[in-house]
Nanobody, 115 residues
Framework: VQLQASGGGLVQAGGSLRLSCAAS????????MAWYRQAPGKQRERLAT???????HYADSVKGRFTISRDNVNSWVYLQMNSLLPEDTGVYYC??????????WGQGTQVTVSS
């Protein structure tokens, strides 16, 4: 599975961004899809997960502000980010868990939130 993320950029605090990630290749093996963030000097953090059936889970840091969704027909996963804070700054990665315990990562897209 190959993942291509897009949609990052520079935004002021309080603003919104929508990240997109397109999956290609062996898309029929895809199970969970997720978004992670790596802030400067910090470990990569899982922000949101969505299962094949549409169940979602969010980290406390983004709950109520971010929304994950997926398009199973076209194998896209999205992250709608509202009420952005400067601490949301980082590189955002899409991630896919597939059958046979395989996991795949996108290349990352930079999000910078100015105060």
């Amino acid at each position: 599975v190959q993942l291509q993320a897009s949609g990052g950029g520079l935004v002021q605090a309080g603003g919104s961004l929508r990240l997109s990630c397109a999956a290609s290749g062996n898309i029929f093996s895809i199970q969970n899809m997720a978004w992670y963030r790596q802030a400067p000097g910090k470990q990569r953090e899982r922000l949101a997960t969505i299962t094949n059936s549409g169940s979602t889970h969010y980290a406390d840091s983004v709950k109520g502000r971010f929304t994950i969704s997926r398009d199973n027909v076209n194998s896209w996963v999205y992250l709608q980010m509202n009420s952005l804070l400067p601490e949301d700054t980082g590189v955002y990665y899409c991630n896919v868990d597939a059958t046979r315990n395989r996991t795949y990562w996108g290349q990352g897209t930079q999000v910078t939130v100015s105060s």
